[in-house]
């Protein structure tokens, strides 16, 4: 009963780590593998790099990606990261609030829906004291 007891918190480790790390990843693991398998021409696809293209033709192994007009190149299936569909695509426009670099000034112009104009801000100086004076620095807004 002594051995049982010291062996029981090792068994119950191993089956933890079972159920929360190697099954998971072992489904992960399948269903790129399926998506990988079930890859067809005219797919819009992402690599694992961060590639975009059209898939093009299918080999055994390898993928035919499209990814500018005329530009094809040759990837294996495993690179193939996801499937991208239409609402996937990513944004080139920045979002509203967004800091849009300007000149080489320093100066920072934030687009907004209550800043109508495009003027430049100038940078502002304040000092924190931190630590009974002991510690300062300098904030920029």
Request: net charge negative.
């Amino acid at each position: 009963m002594g051995q049982l007891g010291s062996i029981l918190p090792l068994i119950l480790l191993v089956v933890v780590f079972y159920f929360l790390l190697i099954r998971p990843q072992r489904k992960r693991q399948q269903e790129a593998t399926a998506m990988q398998n079930s890859l067809a021409p005219g797919a819009r696809v992402m690599t694992t790099t961060g590639l975009f293209g059209t898939v093009v033709a299918v080999d055994n192994e390898d993928v035919i990606l499209e990814v500018a007009p005329g530009i094809e190149t040759r990837w294996v299936k495993a690179a193939i990261g996801r499937v991208v569909t239409p609402g996937d695509a990513p944004a080139d426009e920045p979002l509203a609030d967004e800091p849009v670099a300007d000149d080489t000034a320093g100066h920072e112009v934030v687009k907004g829906d209550d800043d109508k104009d495009d003027t430049p801000r100038e940078e502002t100086e304040t000092t924190v004291e931190r630590n009974g004076g002991k510690d300062s620095s300098t904030k920029q807004s």
